[in-house]
């Protein structure tokens, strides 16, 4: 797997690293072909503004964006697919840790977790689409917590 985790923010004060072997659980829990590439981008308030209502329509920043990749995925040969791109603004995470009683590193794992499950089909559109992915979320971040 392919996990490629950046940051456009300067100076980054999170762990990259951290994103990037929680999404490598939730992919291998999740039993995708080792040839799966996936970007990860933490962003501030600004940039999440511009893409949510570039991409979304909506007013203001969000938590998380996910971009699948445009058909078709698969690449030739020994290429990786693409799966798509999660992007983070740790800053909408904090504000909503707050609200939520979550800490922050637990609000930044739930987005990353939500922003792959996107990738992978999962929605929230009805209520029922919603739980099942809400349940998902939950098995994952426990296994996620449980490791060792």
Do not use: W
């Not at 939730?26 to 995708?32: C, G, I, K, W, Y």
């Not at 990786?80 to 637990?106: K, S």
């Not at 559109?125 to 449980?146: F, G, I, N, S, T």
């Amino acid at each position: 797997m392919e996990i490629r985790v950046t940051s456009h923010r300067e100076p980054e004060p999170l762990d990259l690293v951290a994103f990037e072997v929680l999404a490598r659980f939730v992919l291998d829990r999740e039993d995708l072909p080792d040839r799966i590439e996936l970007s990860v981008a933490v962003v501030d308030d600004v940039e999440m503004t511009e893409l949510n209502e570039r991409y979304r329509n909506k007013v203001g920043p969000t938590d998380v964006l996910s971009f699948g990749c445009d058909d078709p995925c698969a690449a030739q040969g020994d290429e990786p697919i693409a799966l798509g791109d999660v992007i983070i603004a740790p800053e909408v995470a904090a504000r909503q840790a707050v609200e939520y009683g979550n800490t922050i590193e637990g609000e930044l794992n739930l987005l990353l977790v939500h922003g792959v499950l996107h990738l992978l089909g999962y929605d929230h559109e009805d209520d029922d689409d919603a739980a099942a992915m809400q349940e998902r979320e939950r098995a994952l971040l426990a296994a996620y917590a449980d490791r060792a």
